[in-house]
């Protein structure tokens, strides 16, 4: 047969239309001698375990993330900002900056954990109108513990993927500082006594990481280690300007305290990073939840204020408006763990994650893992055998600060803005974190416009799955 010079995209197509061919029992045998064929792009999709060689029109995803900056609770420059003061400009930022219009979004997706969830959902509708959203677009809250920011973004992607909108924002936000001490309200089912994980879905946090700690050998020193890098990391990220392109400044006001005076301030940094912390100066502080424990308040993440939001769309709908692609939103699981060593939540959700998205471990070159305590990160790692050099590279939750219900979506800003910096030497990455009686929850993002051809296949050692006539 007459050779002819063809490419990638309609090779694909060629084979397609091979398999077609056998599936057919009227023409079975045939070989097309026409190089125009309109197959459409196999249903495994994102799901193959092979490497796509086209971009797939309905993938969805990132067009924009920023956050604000993340800081201090009750003592930081947003300790008097209104809760829905924080999470206006995020919302606002995505649109204009991107040229969106408001009226286009589907539906606005915000994490938030602290409370009351009625409270917190009229916040979330009023931030809307703030930041210049009509009426006509809808507002909805979403609760899984820490990992909701990333619930939120999970969830309008699958709304696009199903086709109830073209285009969503996944945002999420927390005034930790607004919230006080949120408690249990009403009184506790007696039953509790009766089962153990249900008793264990009440531990504090802190004695999850106790827990941790003992269950797997964590050793104090591992934990201080690891909150040194993350100040060392976010300090020199700070001063490079890494931050600048995912931060959005907040004007708001400061308050003092003793004189009730206003000051009119820009926040535009974070303000929990001790670019000074030492193993020495760490080592001299006290555990904090268990005597002779090993969790302090240095290697524990900070309570913090702060928001982030998430612009996704359609693929084509984003190539329409010649929208520049941040990234692409690849998969998404959410796992049970023993609620009495939550924070092993990554270690068991960022594998199924992977897999989901037909990858390997080796294949992610970069990890965003909320740093809830020194002790279940370090597992993590230690865990998966993550490269260090890969996960966190910016700092994490013990520098930055973990706004509960913002830190999903916060990670999304800054992963990718980091993949985009890093450009082709940076494909796949995952955002996980460990969640709050007993969970885990991950994704994986490609790269936006790093689709090439067949770069990442691997050989089929036994054809199992393929029909005879493939052979």
């Known amino acids: 047969m007459e050779s002819v010079n063809i490419d990638a995209n309609t090779r694909f197509r060629a084979?397609?239309?091979?398999?077609?061919?056998?599936?057919?029992?009227?023409?079975?045998?045939?070989?097309?001698?026409?190089?125009?064929?309109?197959?459409?792009?196999?249903?495994?999709?994102?799901?193959?375990?092979?490497?796509?060689?086209?971009?797939?029109?309905?993938?969805v995803v990132i067009v924009e993330a920023y956050r604000t900056p993340i800081c201090k609770a009750n003592r930081g420059g947003l300790k008097d900002t209104h809760p829905?003061?924080?999470?206006?400009?995020v919302l606002r930022a995505v649109v204009e900056r991107t040229g969106t219009n408001p009226a286009e979004v589907g539906d606005i997706v915000v994490g938030s954990v602290l409370g009351p969830s009625s409270q917190r959902a009229n916040q979330c509708r009023m931030a809307a109108f703030y930041a210049g959203f009509p009426e006509t677009v809808p507002v909805r809250t979403v609760n899984r513990q820490c990992?909701?920011?990333?619930?939120?973004?999970?969830?309008?992607?699958?709304?696009?993927?199903?086709?109830?909108?073209?285009?969503?924002?996944?945002?999420?936000?927390?005034?930790?500082?607004?919230?006080?001490?949120?408690?249990?309200?009403?009184?506790?089912?007696?039953?509790?006594?009766?089962?153990?994980q249900v008793q264990d879905c009440l531990l504090p946090m802190g004695i999850t990481s106790e827990n941790v700690a003992e269950r797997y050998?964590?050793?104090?020193?591992?934990?201080?280690?690891?909150?040194?890098?993350?100040?060392?990391?976010?300090?020199?990220?700070?001063?490079?300007?890494?931050?600048?392109?995912?931060?959005?400044?907040?004007h708001t006001k400061l308050v003092d305290a003793k004189s009730g005076i206003e000051k009119p301030v820009v926040i535009s940094k974070d303000d929990g990073i001790r670019a000074e912390t030492t193993l020495a100066n760490l080592a001299k502080l006290k555990a904090v939840f268990k005597q002779n424990g090993s969790t302090t308040a240095g290697n524990a993440s900070q309570v913090s204020d702060g928001a982030g939001a998430v612009l996704l769309m359609r693929r084509d709908v984003a190539m329409r408006k010649n929208l520049p692609i941040l990234g692409v939103f690849r998969s998404f699981v959410a796992v049970g763990v023993d609620p009495a060593v939550m924070g092993i939540g990554p270690a068991?959700?960022?594998?199924?994650?992977?897999?989901?998205?037909?990858?390997?471990?080796?294949?992610?070159?970069?990890?965003?893992?909320?740093?809830?305590?020194?002790?279940?990160?370090?597992?993590?790692?230690?865990?998966?055998?993550?490269?260090?050099?890969?996960?966190?590279?910016?700092?994490?939750?013990?520098?930055?600060?973990?706004?509960?219900?913002a830190t999903g979506a916060r990670c999304t800003a800054t992963l990718l803005h980091e993949m985009k910096r890093r450009g082709k030497d940076c494909r796949f990455g995952v955002i996980s974190m460990c969640i709050g009686t007993g969970m885990g929850a991950a994704a994986v993002f490609e790269r936006g416009s790093s689709v090439d051809f067949l770069s990442n296949a691997r050989p089929i050692l036994h054809n199992n799955y393929l029909s005879r006539d493939a052979h």
């Open 217 to 250: 050998n964590i050793s104090r020193e591992a934990q201080d280690q690891a909150a040194v890098l993350s100040h060392a990391r976010a300090a020199a990220a700070t001063a490079n300007g890494t931050f600048n392109d995912e931060i959005i400044p907040i």
């Open 84 to 89: 829905e003061d924080l999470l206006a400009p």
């Open 348 to 405: 068991v959700a960022i594998p199924a994650a992977v897999k989901a998205a037909g990858l390997e471990i080796a294949d992610i070159d970069l990890f965003e893992i909320n740093e809830a305590f020194a002790s279940q990160f370090t597992y993590s790692l230690q865990k998966l055998g993550l490269d260090h050099q890969k996960v966190n590279v910016n700092g994490g939750a013990i520098a930055l600060g973990h706004p509960l219900g």
């Open 15 to 59: 084979r397609q239309q091979v398999l077609l061919e056998h599936l057919s029992p009227s023409t079975h045998g045939a070989i097309p001698t026409s190089t125009s064929f309109s197959p459409s792009t196999c249903a495994a999709g994102d799901m193959a375990p092979y490497e796509r060689t086209i971009d797939c029109m309905d993938d």
């Open 147 to 196: 990992s909701s920011g990333l619930q939120a973004v999970a969830d309008v992607a699958a709304s696009i993927k199903a086709g109830f909108y073209d285009i969503g924002i996944g945002a999420g936000f927390e005034s930790m500082t607004a919230a006080g001490s949120s408690g249990w309200e009403g009184s506790i089912n007696p039953k509790v006594t009766t089962m153990q």
